[in-house]
């Protein structure tokens, strides 16, 4: 499988988004993203930006989004959920002829307040998440992002032994286990934030977990990432040479479980700039 290189015809979406956030002024954190799939192969040219609400006004948000081409008619409906916010997340993936932008709500105070306050492990909305193509054919599809309180490390292992079904030999899954299995071992009391996701008709069931609050760096597991690509159909020249271009770059976040295809993807977010 090949790499998804952007088009110069589309202006670079990466620099693009950089771009409309640099114009704003807004303070900012930026992760840059590998996704290793199936059905895509290697996505090199992903990026996440992460923006405080408060520093961002409704009418910022709104033009914002409307310059990154959210489909006509969706944005006004996110007003109430905007203003629960405490973050937003912007991001873009290349994919040469097609560029995919994505918007996330993220409702961090909401949780922690909650959860603070009654000590529940009940599952509680963390992110809600809009996807749509460039171009005229625009649909817009919706992701919520459930977060699962207060597990150990074990709860999570025992988490993606259910998402990821009876097929447990699959590249994904093992590599997150032993990415959670490290953390453990290093940072035992150092817990991980471990988020579900869907979307409405369809397949989609994935996983999201935040290894912040560890100190785990890409060479940590270097070994289970490259197995992984590989194990999803990609040359393993290609994973390698796309793993060592981020360096040795804070792990910030690890998702994968099944697209709304069908198949398999594992993606990994290395923090570039923080918040």
Same mark, same amino acid.
Not at 15 to 22: K, M, S
């Given at each position: 499988?090949?790499?998804?290189?952007?088009?110069?015809?589309?202006?670079?979406?990466?620099?693009?988004?950089?771009?409309?956030?640099?114009?704003?002024?807004?303070?900012? /954190?930026?992760?840059?993203?590998?996704?290793?799939?199936?059905?895509?192969?290697?996505?090199?040219?992903?990026?996440?930006?992460?923006?405080?609400?408060?520093?961002?006004?409704?009418?910022?948000?709104?033009?914002?989004?409307?310059?990154?081409?959210?489909?006509? *008619?969706?944005?006004?409906?996110?007003?109430?959920?905007?203003?629960?916010?405490?973050?937003?997340?912007?991001?873009?993936?290349?994919?040469?002829?097609?560029?995919?932008?994505?918007?996330?709500?993220?409702?961090?105070?909401? =949780?922690?307040?909650? =959860?603070?306050?009654?000590?529940?492990?009940?599952?509680?909305?963390?992110?809600?998440?809009?996807?749509?193509?460039? *171009? &005229?054919?625009?649909?817009?599809?919706?992701?919520?992002?459930?977060?699962?309180?207060?597990?150990?490390?074990?709860?999570?292992?025992?988490?993606?032994?259910?998402?990821?079904?009876?097929?447990?030999?699959?590249? *994904?899954?093992?590599?997150?286990?032993?990415?959670?299995?490290?953390?453990? =071992?290093?940072? &035992?009391?150092?817990?991980? +934030?471990?988020?579900?996701?869907?979307?409405?008709?369809? &397949?989609?069931?994935?996983?999201?977990?935040?290894?912040?609050?560890?100190?785990?760096?890409?060479?940590?597991?270097?070994?289970?990432?490259?197995?992984?690509?590989?194990?999803? /159909?990609?040359?393993?020249?290609? =994973?390698?040479?796309?793993?060592?271009?981020? *360096?040795?770059?804070?792990?910030?976040?690890?998702?994968?479980? +099944?697209?709304?295809?069908?198949?398999?993807?594992?993606?990994?977010?290395?923090?570039?700039?923080?918040?």
């Amino acid at each position: 499988m090949t790499v998804a290189m952007a088009q110069p015809a589309l202006a670079d979406g990466c620099a693009r988004l950089l771009q409309v956030i640099a114009q704003r002024g807004v303070a900012h /954190g930026i992760e840059d993203s590998l996704k290793f799939s199936v059905r895509d192969g290697l996505v090199a040219r992903r990026l996440l930006v992460g923006v405080r609400s408060a520093d961002l006004p409704w009418a910022g948000f709104l033009s914002l989004v409307e310059e990154l081409g959210l489909p006509a *008619g969706h944005a006004a409906s996110l007003q109430s959920a905007f203003a629960r916010s405490s973050a937003l997340g912007l991001a873009v993936e290349d994919r040469g002829a097609r560029t995919l932008w994505k918007v996330y709500l993220e409702f961090w105070d909401e =949780v922690r307040a909650a =959860v603070r306050t009654s000590g529940s492990r009940e599952p509680r909305l963390m992110h809600l998440g809009l996807k749509w193509e460039e *171009g &005229p054919a625009q649909r817009l599809e919706r992701a919520h992002y459930t977060c699962h309180p207060l597990l150990t490390h074990q709860d999570i292992l025992a988490r993606l032994r259910t998402l990821y079904g009876e097929d447990q030999t699959m590249a *994904g899954y093992t590599a997150a286990r032993r990415i959670v299995k490290v953390c453990a =071992v290093r940072w &035992p009391t150092m817990p991980l +934030i471990y988020l579900e996701a869907g979307e409405e008709g369809n &397949p989609r069931r994935s996983f999201d977990i935040n290894c912040y609050r560890t100190e785990l760096r890409l060479p940590d597991v270097l070994l289970p990432l490259q197995s992984a690509g590989e194990g999803l /159909g990609i040359d393993a020249e290609a =994973v390698a040479d796309a793993l060592a271009g981020l *360096g040795d770059a804070r792990l910030g976040h690890l998702s994968g479980g +099944i697209d709304r295809h069908g198949s398999e993807f594992l993606s990994l977010y290395v923090e570039r700039q923080p918040l």
